[in-house]
């Protein structure tokens, strides 16, 4: 089976483009947070679970600074239900009493979403993450553990992202198609 879609020239995989950067600077992390956390709070307003939230399912608009979670879905269930599936990189993410009751909560896509924070700057490594220049509200956003709500996280966000750079700004972040795809 194919999905055909149509999208602007510019969306590109998360993967690839950080693989071209090798860390994302912080402040388009911010903004690909902030797309992120607002279709978490769009999938618990419709109380489901995603399950599949990772950088291999996630395409970026560098132009619009959206997002499109492409892949994944075939996880998705009902929240508070049986988890039918997930990766291992999720799976291991996830809350002990999720594993445990074997069922879906929003607080999987919560801490998949900060696992990609995590990732974008670069290095995983708390201590390394600590030693580059990422601001240390984004820091602490990252790496504390998850709400039970996807609004009560991207108020937090939203705070953190004020602690840290003041007034929200669009930077543009330019790179092409020859760049992702050399």
């Keep these: 089976y194919y999905i055909v879609l149509k999208k602007t020239k510019d969306v590109f995989p998360l993967k690839n483009v950080l693989n071209y950067y090798k860390e994302i600077p912080d402040r388009h992390i911010a903004w690909i947070l902030s797309r992120l956390s607002s279709i978490a709070c769009f999938i618990q307003y419709n109380h489901l679970v995603h399950n599949g939230i990772n ?12 997002i499109l979670l492409l892949g994944g879905w075939w996880y998705t269930t009902k929240e ?3 988890l039918i ?9 996830m809350p002990i009493k999720e594993k445990t009751k074997k069922i879906s909560t929003i607080e999987t896509d919560l801490e998949s979403i ?8 670069g290095d995983e490594d708390y201590q390394k993450m600590l030693d580059k220049n990422l601001p240390k509200p984004i820091f602490n956003f990252l790496t504390k553990g998850s709400s039970h709500s996807a609004f009560t996280e991207m108020e937090e ?6 602690k840290a750079y003041g007034e929200r700004k669009f930077i543009p972040l330019y790179i092409d198609e020859k760049q992702i795809y050399q």
């Design 114 to 121: 900060k696992a990609i924070g995590r990732k974008l700057t």
């Design 80 to 82: 508070n239900e049986k």
């Design 55 to 66: 950088i291999e399912n996630c395409f970026i608009s560098p132009k619009y600074h959206s």
């Design 85 to 93: 599936g997930t990766t291992k990189e999720i799976y291991d993410l």
């Design 157 to 162: 966000w939203d705070k953190s992202l004020l």
